[in-house]
T-cell receptor
Framework: SQQGEEDPQALSIQEGENATMNCSYK?????LQWYRQNSGRGLVHLIL?????REKHSGRLRVTLDTSKKSSSLLITASRAADTASYFC????????????FGSGTQLTVLP | DSGVTQTPKHLITATGQRVTLRCSPR?????VYWYQQSLDQGLQFLIH???????AKGNILERFSAQQFPDLHSELNLSSLELGDSALYFC?????????????FGQGTRLTVV
Protein backbone atom coordinates (compact mmCIF):
# COMPACT_ATOMS: atom_id res chain seq x y z
CA SER A 1 0.00 0.00 0.00
CA GLN A 2 1.13 3.55 -0.61
CA GLN A 3 1.79 5.73 2.40
CA GLY A 4 2.00 8.85 0.32
CA GLU A 5 0.07 10.00 -2.69
CA GLU A 6 1.45 12.65 -4.96
CA ASP A 7 -0.56 15.20 -6.82
CA PRO A 8 -0.58 15.86 -9.69
CA GLN A 9 0.41 12.57 -11.33
CA ALA A 10 1.95 14.50 -14.20
CA LEU A 11 3.02 18.11 -14.63
CA SER A 12 4.33 19.84 -17.72
CA ILE A 13 5.79 23.35 -17.54
CA GLN A 14 8.08 25.70 -19.44
CA GLU A 15 11.68 26.24 -18.47
CA GLY A 16 11.96 29.06 -15.96
CA GLU A 17 8.56 28.44 -14.40
CA ASN A 18 8.06 27.08 -10.90
CA ALA A 19 6.83 23.54 -10.30
CA THR A 20 4.82 22.53 -7.27
CA MET A 21 4.12 18.95 -6.30
CA ASN A 22 2.02 17.85 -3.37
CA CYS A 23 2.11 14.78 -1.20
CA SER A 24 -0.46 13.48 1.26
CA TYR A 25 0.23 10.74 3.76
CA LYS A 26 -1.92 8.66 6.05
CA UNK A 27 -0.24 8.21 9.39
CA UNK A 28 1.91 10.14 11.86
CA UNK A 29 5.49 10.52 10.71
CA UNK A 30 8.93 11.28 12.13
CA UNK A 31 10.08 12.79 8.90
CA LEU A 32 9.15 13.03 5.27
CA GLN A 33 11.59 12.69 2.42
CA TRP A 34 11.54 13.67 -1.24
CA TYR A 35 13.36 11.73 -3.93
CA ARG A 36 13.91 12.21 -7.62
CA GLN A 37 14.15 9.49 -10.27
CA ASN A 38 15.34 9.95 -13.80
CA SER A 39 13.75 7.50 -16.20
CA GLY A 40 14.73 3.95 -15.31
CA ARG A 41 17.48 5.06 -12.95
CA GLY A 42 17.93 4.86 -9.20
CA LEU A 43 16.26 7.29 -6.84
CA VAL A 44 18.23 10.25 -5.56
CA HIS A 45 17.50 11.79 -2.18
CA LEU A 46 16.61 15.47 -2.41
CA ILE A 47 15.59 16.64 1.03
CA LEU A 48 14.39 15.41 4.42
CA UNK A 49 12.04 17.44 6.59
CA UNK A 50 11.39 16.44 10.19
CA UNK A 51 7.95 16.46 11.76
CA UNK A 52 8.83 19.48 13.93
CA UNK A 53 9.89 21.52 10.89
CA ARG A 54 7.47 23.48 8.73
CA GLU A 55 9.70 24.54 5.88
CA LYS A 56 13.09 23.65 4.51
CA HIS A 57 15.17 24.96 1.63
CA SER A 58 17.91 23.41 -0.45
CA GLY A 59 19.08 25.39 -3.45
CA ARG A 60 16.11 25.80 -5.79
CA LEU A 61 14.03 23.37 -3.70
CA ARG A 62 11.57 24.40 -1.03
CA VAL A 63 9.67 21.82 0.98
CA THR A 64 6.83 22.51 3.36
CA LEU A 65 5.21 20.17 5.83
CA ASP A 66 1.78 20.48 7.42
CA THR A 67 1.39 17.69 9.93
CA SER A 68 -2.16 18.76 10.81
CA LYS A 69 -3.22 18.14 7.21
CA LYS A 70 -0.78 15.26 6.72
CA SER A 71 0.59 16.90 3.62
CA SER A 72 3.81 18.18 2.15
CA SER A 73 4.72 20.15 -0.93
CA LEU A 74 7.85 20.36 -3.03
CA LEU A 75 8.50 23.56 -4.94
CA ILE A 76 11.17 23.73 -7.62
CA THR A 77 11.87 27.31 -8.60
CA ALA A 78 13.19 28.50 -11.95
CA SER A 79 12.90 25.01 -13.42
CA ARG A 80 15.31 23.69 -16.02
CA ALA A 81 14.96 21.00 -18.65
CA ALA A 82 17.33 18.89 -16.53
CA ASP A 83 14.72 18.84 -13.75
CA THR A 84 12.58 16.54 -15.91
CA ALA A 85 12.12 13.44 -13.77
CA SER A 86 9.71 11.68 -11.45
CA TYR A 87 9.48 13.00 -7.91
CA PHE A 88 8.44 10.85 -4.96
CA CYS A 89 7.67 11.58 -1.36
CA UNK A 90 8.46 8.91 1.21
CA UNK A 91 7.63 8.43 4.85
CA UNK A 92 7.61 5.77 7.52
CA UNK A 93 4.38 3.82 7.82
CA UNK A 94 2.75 3.23 11.17
CA UNK A 95 3.08 0.11 13.28
CA UNK A 96 6.04 -2.01 14.22
CA UNK A 97 7.09 -2.65 10.63
CA UNK A 98 8.95 0.57 10.00
CA UNK A 99 8.94 0.72 6.24
CA UNK A 100 10.02 3.71 4.21
CA UNK A 101 7.04 3.79 1.88
CA PHE A 102 6.99 5.76 -1.33
CA GLY A 103 4.10 7.52 -2.97
CA SER A 104 3.07 7.03 -6.56
CA GLY A 105 5.15 9.94 -7.80
CA THR A 106 4.72 13.02 -9.97
CA GLN A 107 6.16 12.95 -13.47
CA LEU A 108 7.55 16.42 -14.14
CA THR A 109 8.37 17.49 -17.68
CA VAL A 110 10.16 20.80 -18.17
CA LEU A 111 9.98 22.00 -21.74
CA PRO A 112 12.91 24.01 -23.11
CA ASP B 1 27.33 7.82 -8.10
CA SER B 2 25.45 6.86 -4.93
CA GLY B 3 28.08 4.40 -3.77
CA VAL B 4 25.57 1.54 -3.86
CA THR B 5 26.42 -1.15 -6.40
CA GLN B 6 23.91 -3.55 -7.85
CA THR B 7 24.67 -6.45 -10.12
CA PRO B 8 23.70 -7.46 -12.68
CA LYS B 9 22.22 -4.40 -14.39
CA HIS B 10 20.02 -6.48 -16.66
CA LEU B 11 18.75 -10.01 -16.39
CA ILE B 12 16.58 -11.96 -18.79
CA THR B 13 15.36 -15.34 -17.69
CA ALA B 14 12.57 -17.81 -18.31
CA THR B 15 9.53 -18.51 -16.20
CA GLY B 16 10.13 -21.01 -13.43
CA GLN B 17 13.79 -20.10 -13.07
CA ARG B 18 15.65 -18.73 -10.06
CA VAL B 19 17.88 -15.66 -10.00
CA THR B 20 20.03 -13.86 -7.45
CA LEU B 21 20.42 -10.12 -7.34
CA ARG B 22 23.37 -8.67 -5.49
CA CYS B 23 23.81 -5.39 -3.66
CA SER B 24 26.86 -3.79 -2.11
CA PRO B 25 25.90 -0.91 0.20
CA ARG B 26 27.81 2.31 0.68
CA UNK B 27 30.86 1.97 2.85
CA UNK B 28 29.79 2.27 6.48
CA UNK B 29 26.06 1.81 5.88
CA UNK B 30 24.53 -0.91 8.00
CA UNK B 31 21.03 -0.89 6.54
CA VAL B 32 20.08 -2.44 3.22
CA TYR B 33 16.60 -2.27 1.70
CA TRP B 34 15.13 -3.91 -1.35
CA TYR B 35 12.40 -2.38 -3.48
CA GLN B 36 10.51 -3.58 -6.54
CA GLN B 37 9.34 -1.04 -9.10
CA SER B 38 6.83 -1.94 -11.76
CA LEU B 39 4.51 0.18 -13.86
CA ASP B 40 1.32 -1.07 -12.24
CA GLN B 41 2.49 -1.37 -8.61
CA GLY B 42 4.84 1.57 -8.31
CA LEU B 43 7.74 1.38 -5.86
CA GLN B 44 7.07 -1.43 -3.39
CA PHE B 45 9.12 -2.06 -0.28
CA LEU B 46 10.23 -5.67 -0.04
CA ILE B 47 12.56 -6.11 2.93
CA HIS B 48 15.01 -4.32 5.24
CA UNK B 49 18.16 -5.69 6.84
CA UNK B 50 20.22 -3.97 9.49
CA UNK B 51 23.68 -5.29 10.29
CA UNK B 52 22.79 -8.78 9.17
CA UNK B 53 19.40 -9.03 10.79
CA UNK B 54 16.02 -8.77 9.14
CA UNK B 55 14.23 -5.68 10.48
CA ALA B 56 11.11 -5.24 8.39
CA LYS B 57 9.22 -7.09 5.73
CA GLY B 58 6.94 -5.52 3.19
CA ASN B 59 5.11 -6.96 0.23
CA ILE B 60 7.63 -9.71 -0.38
CA LEU B 61 6.36 -12.93 -1.91
CA GLU B 62 7.16 -16.27 -0.33
CA ARG B 63 9.04 -17.15 -3.51
CA PHE B 64 11.44 -14.32 -2.73
CA SER B 65 14.05 -14.32 0.00
CA ALA B 66 16.96 -12.15 0.99
CA GLN B 67 19.91 -12.09 3.31
CA GLN B 68 22.64 -9.75 4.43
CA PHE B 69 26.10 -11.18 4.90
CA PRO B 70 28.75 -10.32 7.51
CA ASP B 71 30.47 -8.00 5.02
CA LEU B 72 27.07 -6.22 4.76
CA HIS B 73 26.43 -6.99 1.11
CA SER B 74 22.98 -8.37 0.44
CA GLU B 75 21.39 -10.77 -1.99
CA LEU B 76 17.79 -11.02 -3.12
CA ASN B 77 16.79 -14.45 -4.36
CA LEU B 78 13.78 -14.77 -6.65
CA SER B 79 12.55 -18.26 -7.44
CA SER B 80 9.81 -19.90 -9.52
CA LEU B 81 9.76 -16.74 -11.55
CA GLU B 82 6.57 -15.58 -13.21
CA LEU B 83 6.00 -13.07 -15.97
CA GLY B 84 4.62 -10.64 -13.40
CA ASP B 85 7.96 -10.58 -11.58
CA SER B 86 9.42 -8.54 -14.42
CA ALA B 87 10.38 -5.24 -12.85
CA LEU B 88 13.19 -3.00 -11.71
CA TYR B 89 14.65 -4.15 -8.41
CA PHE B 90 16.40 -1.51 -6.36
CA CYS B 91 18.66 -1.83 -3.42
CA UNK B 92 19.23 1.11 -1.09
CA UNK B 93 21.41 1.63 1.94
CA UNK B 94 21.57 4.03 4.83
CA UNK B 95 23.64 4.58 7.90
CA UNK B 96 20.84 4.14 10.39
CA UNK B 97 17.51 2.38 10.49
CA UNK B 98 14.90 2.91 7.89
CA UNK B 99 13.56 6.39 7.44
CA UNK B 100 15.76 8.05 10.05
CA UNK B 101 18.25 9.26 7.49
CA UNK B 102 18.40 9.51 3.74
CA UNK B 103 18.64 6.34 1.71
CA UNK B 104 21.08 5.93 -1.16
CA PHE B 105 19.82 3.90 -4.09
CA GLY B 106 21.68 1.73 -6.55
CA GLN B 107 20.97 1.92 -10.26
CA GLY B 108 18.78 -1.14 -10.11
CA THR B 109 18.57 -4.52 -11.77
CA ARG B 110 16.09 -4.77 -14.59
CA LEU B 111 14.62 -8.25 -14.54
CA THR B 112 12.73 -9.52 -17.56
CA VAL B 113 10.97 -12.85 -17.27
CA VAL B 114 10.02 -14.38 -20.61
Amino acid sequence: SQQGEEDPQALSIQEGENATMNCSYKTSINNLQWYRQNSGRGLVHLILIRSNEREKHSGRLRVTLDTSKKSSSLLITASRAADTASYFCASISSGSARQLTFGSGTQLTVLP
Amino acid sequence: DSGVTQTPKHLITATGQRVTLRCSPRSGDLSVYWYQQSLDQGLQFLIHYYNGEERAKGNILERFSAQQFPDLHSELNLSSLELGDSALYFCASSVAGQGQTEAFFGQGTRLTVV
